[in-house]
């Protein structure tokens, strides 16, 4: 073996400490890197395969009733490849062994046979049979929450008839790959299905013979779908059409991409801030490490090597240490990131989802560790081969030789010997001092973005669930109904009060951006329903003009006192410029708000009501929940509990699952810095260290120096830490909003505390493991310091 491999191989066993620690911080860089992008590359290419194998339509439009005929005017529009008319009808329904309500939404296909558009990947059985009324087709999630099987039956409540219906079948649709019921955030299973029958049975059930209310298209290549959907508004309005809606605003596409959007951030942002301060770390470890071996490296070019081969041989040593952080990376980014993906299956729903290691992800994060160690290597390398070997065998000389400020000083007389040399090493040595620091600090602001996250997510479901959402139920109706159904629900058993609302689907326009959103009406001073501003203090809403959430407002463009159009998406449609009388702050979703009879108005209607919001006692929760299934004006009622339970449990099982692994890399990297410093600082001053011993310095005097000197580095460091952290929580909170959610930005003395005491930690237990080696300093090796 090459003497100089052997060196490589003793100077690794040697510093096996130091070289896992470093392979640590770089390990968890690449985590990062491995586990965002595979997660995000596995959920793209299953979202790619299943629509382009099952035809996901790129056009859907709603209406009230138009005869099938219509059909072929809309298949001639220019653009248009495929058109599929279809009969949609919210349905409720009664399974065994479920005594809580169930919603579905039942969609019609060709009779016995697969629909040209939105087909079905079929997990179970078969499609209903050509003629059967009573056959149907159920969503697998649907299916897998209930314990249903081809074969088995169930009731539905269908245009105000009990039906009983048998599975035939169990699928999936690209149509709903986030299967959610409509207003819900996210999905219950248990409580939302999706069924699919023969156009026969469905149309003559809702009085559809030969017409449809719901139509989906498909476009050819590079068409673009803003100029499909104003000529399909145009063909549709006379039957009552809402407007067409592109793939991108379709509600299960549409919360795809927003999640998608979110991998995308913590598979660029987050791998740029933990390879960023992998790379600095590795480059300033790295070179402090060749720093200590100038003399060494004197010696070999006095024996003849040349530089270039020492030049190979450092970077073998840079090399050695990023292939194991890269193999530990990639291994643990694997494992987490399958794990992490079997969470997105229980909400995204694919036929199949396959995994595969992206070689380019593992070359970054190659390319960036082994680039900044080299660096950090060459620099180290030149700086001792430009010198002689005589002068490369002396130790350093001190930066400056007369007396620093603390010398000078009245503080000076007032410290100990060792505290003196502290400080005095260290005004010194700003440079190194500063890197040490920087790193730590570095370090400690990762802990606290992993702090903050957990901290956020608490708020965010007090501040929605304790102030906003403050009711036990809430009621829809199947069409909007007069007021007087309040008393009846006043009267229901187990109401304490109720208090209505109006609800009507809108597309908000200013300039050229719009959105489409729900106009919510409530009370002038409503109950039951918090609209908050941004100091969380209640909002009375105003008797003209509208109020939006700040995430809606910013997406708009739109500051209080602007002028939009709202165009209404109900009933006779129409636009109306209203003025934003203001902004609110909610943490969950993006909504308008406006008074409920200034809505009326608006609609041109009487004091009108969508639903109901209810207080109810909780010990006649089931007498009232068969109360209100049996009227036949009920279409939906939800539970808060339920709702919160759902909303905890995604973010649990999504964000804090990121985070905590996450902050247990940052914890990890926060280790590998305090530690690597402490073994540095001790091999660049251990002949220091020794000659105070011989001098007549304590064992615990020489402790302090090192200790107090790594403490009062951590110490400033701290601060340092927080700015950089707040900076990075802030960076990070903007770049994760979304429709779904925005964690509120609020810092807490807590998340503060715990960077600092993660910080602190990782310091005391580098200290405890330098002990050993404080403790048998070899008092010898200062009688061999180089003459």
Partial sequence: MHPLHRKLLRDLNHMKGQV????????????????????????????????ETYHFAQVFADLKRAPERVARGLAEVPGVDRVQTRVRAGVRLEVPGFDEPVRGLALSIPDGAQPRLNRLALRQGGLPAPGRHDQVVISEPFAQAHDLRPGDGFTVILNGRQERLLVSGVALSPEFVYQVGPGDLLPDYRRFGVLWMN????????????????????????????????????????YGGIGAISREDQLSHRFLEDELGQLRVNATVLPVIFLGVAAFLLNVLVARVIRTQRQQVALLKAFGYDPRQLAVHYGLFTLVIVALGVVLGVLLGMWAAEALAGVYAQYYRFPQMGFRLQPGVV??????????????????????????????????????????????????????????IILRNLGRHRLKAGLSMVGIALSGSLLMVGSYQFGAVDQ?????????????????????????????????????????FRSVPVRLIHGHREERSVLLGMETHPQLRGVLDADQAPVALPPGGVLLTGYLAQSLHLSPGDTLQVEVLEGHRRTRSLELAGIIHEPIGTGAYMERRALNR??????????AWLLVDEARMQTLFDTLWRAPRIAEISRMDVLEGRFRDYIQGTLLVMMGILLTMAGSITFAVAYNNARIAFAERS??????????????????????????????????????????????????????????????????AFSAAGVLLATALSMLLIGRRLYHLDMLSALKTTE
Avoid at 602 to 611: F, H
């Fill in 20 to 51: 896992a620690a470093i392979a640590v911080v770089i390990a968890a860089g690449v985590l990062v890197l491995v586990l965002g992008g595979t997660t995000l590359d596995a959920l793209t290419l299953s979202r790619d395969r299943f629509y």
């Fill in 199 to 238: 156009r026969s049975g469905l149309a003559r059930a809702m009085d559809l013979d030969g017409a449809f209310n719901n139509v989906v298209l498909g476009l050819r290549p590079g068409t673009d779908p803003r100029t499909v959907i104003g000529a399909v508004d145009h063909h549709l309005a006379p």
């Fill in 363 to 420: 070359l970054l994060g190659v390319a960036v560790a082994l680039g900044a160690g080299l660096l950090g290597t060459a620099q180290a390398v030149a700086g001792v081969m430009r010198m002689a070997p005589a002068e490369a065998m002396q130790p350093p000389a001190p930066e400056r030789f007369r007396a620093g400020w603390v010398d000078r000083s009245g503080i000076g007389r007032l410290l100990s010997q060792p505290s003196r």
């Fill in 460 to 500: 965010l479901l007090d501040l929605q669930y304790r102030k906003v959402l403050t009711m036990d139920l809430q009621v829809g109706f199947t069409e909007p109904t007069s007021e007087r159904v309040l008393a009846s629900l006043r009267a229901a058993p187990g109401v304490r009060f109720a208090e209505g």
């Fill in 602 to 611: 608006l609609m041109g209607e009487g004091p009108a009501l969508s639903g």
């Fill in 687 to 752: 002949r220091e260290l020794a000659t105070l011993r011989v001098l007549g310095f304590s064992r615990g005097e020489v402790g302090w120096i090192l200790i107090g000197e790594m403490g009062l580095i951590t110490l400033l460091a701290i601060p340092l830490a927080w700015l950089l952290g707040t900076g990075l929580v802030i960076w990070l909170n903007q770049a994760l909003a979304a429709d779904l959610f925005r964690l509120p930005l609020a810092f807490t003395p807590r998340i503060y």
